[in-house]
């Protein structure tokens, strides 16, 4: 096993257009400014009413750079001016490094606040969790997060996030709302200044429920999948992404079988996984099966360091993960642990990968994969 190392996607993609995703600028001040709703910010229920919809707003529907897997639809008020935009070739082309313009729709000029709705996407390279990117992106474009949260809207699995921006002197609020749809992710950002957000909120909560991607996803994976299949017995099978490497043991006693995953870039380890399966014996329990995975590890060069804290896995009552702080080759990174009980016997996974500080990239799609696994395996033993 290799020591892991940052490489490849070491840089954060999103900072790429970071301060720019919310074009800022003066505008005109009529009215008194309020102090921010913060209660009333996310609002996405009771917005207008049927009859409010048909005589106030349009149904926006298009089409970026006549591409359908961009094309989208959503409500935005009558009298909204659609803002031309002038998208570099380049960065259309390099959208796993950029968060493409698609739409952007501007207030009346004689409406305070310089109220605007924008809609941009970006392409994903890596299976990562929508919660990991959205955080990740938030903190390195050095917003300040006020709310967030988990939500559906007509069907889509949202992260619906309120954030403050400073620029130029002036405060400006922005509800950002992102869904993942396979390999894209969409955002759709409505902002204001900060005086003036309350009077846009409800306007803004139509525009990012009623937002819909026009073309669905063959896949709910960023990367083409490939299943590992082991008859056994004991049986492993899981999918995994292409992107991964797999490297089977030579042998194995009775019992047990099992196999390592892992993804480098530019020469160096970034995530490796230990897949194990055990037979049901009365000389085989959990915890002991737990301590047997951090001794594979350690006999490969790895250090735990301290269990810094344990995890519930999404979806189980009973199944924890521990995370230890490790050391490998030198370097510190995250080794997650956790072992699965069934009728037919365990199955044991050990996932290293950098800490996020030092590879944001490698450690989402590690725990992306680690989930992955995790689940399939889980429906193995459940059968």
Request: glycine share 6%; net charge neutral.
């Given at each position: 096993m290799d020591a892991f190392l940052p490489g490849g996607h070491i840089w954060w993609k999103g900072l790429l257009l970071a301060g720019v995703l919310l074009a800022f600028s003066?505008?005109?001040?009529?009215?008194?400014?309020?102090?921010?709703?913060?209660?009333?910010a996310l609002v996405s229920s009771n917005l207008f009413s049927d009859e409010q919809i048909r005589k106030d707003f349009v149904n926006l529907t298009v089409t970026p750079f006549q591409r359908e897997e961009l094309a989208f639809s959503m409500l935005v008020p009558n009298g909204w001016r659609d803002n031309p935009l002038q998208v570099p070739a380049e960065i259309i082309k390099n959208a796993t490094a950029a968060c493409v313009p698609l739409?952007?729709?501007?207030?009346?000029?004689?409406?305070?606040?310089h109220a605007r709705i924008e809609v941009r996407y970006t392409k994903l390279d890596l299976v990562v969790r929508l919660p990991d990117w959205v955080e990740q992106f938030i903190s390195s474009a050095g917003y300040t997060l006020l709310r967030h949260r988990h939500a559906v809207f007509n069907g889509r699995v949202v992260e619906d996030n309120l954030v403050r921006v400073v620029k130029g002197g002036k405060?400006?609020?922005?509800?950002?709302?992102?869904?993942?749809h396979g390999e894209r992710i969409f955002l759709v950002s409505a902002s204001a200044e900060e005086g003036y957000f309350n009077r846009y909120a409800r306007i803004f909560g139509a525009a990012v429920v009623s937002f819909t991607p026009r073309q669905g996803s063959a896949s709910e994976f960023a990367e083409p999948m490939k299943v590992y299949v082991n008859p056994g017995p004991p049986a492993l099978?899981?999918?995994?992404?292409?992107?991964?490497?797999?490297?089977?043991?030579?042998?194995?006693?009775?019992?047990?079988?099992?196999?390592?995953?892992?993804?480098?870039?530019?020469?160096?380890?970034?995530?490796?996984?230990?897949v194990k399966a055990i037979a049901k014996s009365s000389k085989e329990f959990p915890q002991l099966i737990k301590a047997k995975v951090l001794d594979d590890f350690k006999s490969a060069g790895v250090k735990p360091?301290?269990?810094?804290?344990?995890?519930?896995?999404?979806?189980?009552?009973?199944?924890?993960?521990?995370?230890w702080d490790i050391v490998s080759g030198g370097v510190h990174g995250e080794l997650a642990v956790t072992v699965l009980g069934g009728n037919s016997g365990y199955v044991a996974l050990g996932m290293m990968m950098p800490i996020r500080k030092q590879n944001p990239w490698?450690?989402?799609?590690?725990?992306?994969?680690?989930?992955?696994?995790y689940h399939d395996c889980r429906k193995l033993l459940d059968r």
């Open positions: 003066a505008c005109v001040k009529s009215e008194k400014e309020q102090k921010l709703d913060l209660a009333g739409s952007e729709q501007l207030a009346p000029e004689d409406q305070p606040g405060s400006y609020i922005a509800r950002m709302t992102f869904s993942k099978e899981f999918r995994y992404p292409a992107s991964w490497k797999v490297k089977e043991p030579d042998e194995l006693p009775p019992g047990k079988t099992g196999v390592d995953l892992f993804l480098s870039s530019a020469g160096k380890v970034v995530g490796y996984l230990h360091v301290v269990k810094s804290r344990t995890l519930e896995l999404a979806g189980s009552a009973t199944d924890r993960v521990d995370v490698a450690w989402m799609t590690a725990w992306r994969v680690f989930e992955i696994v």
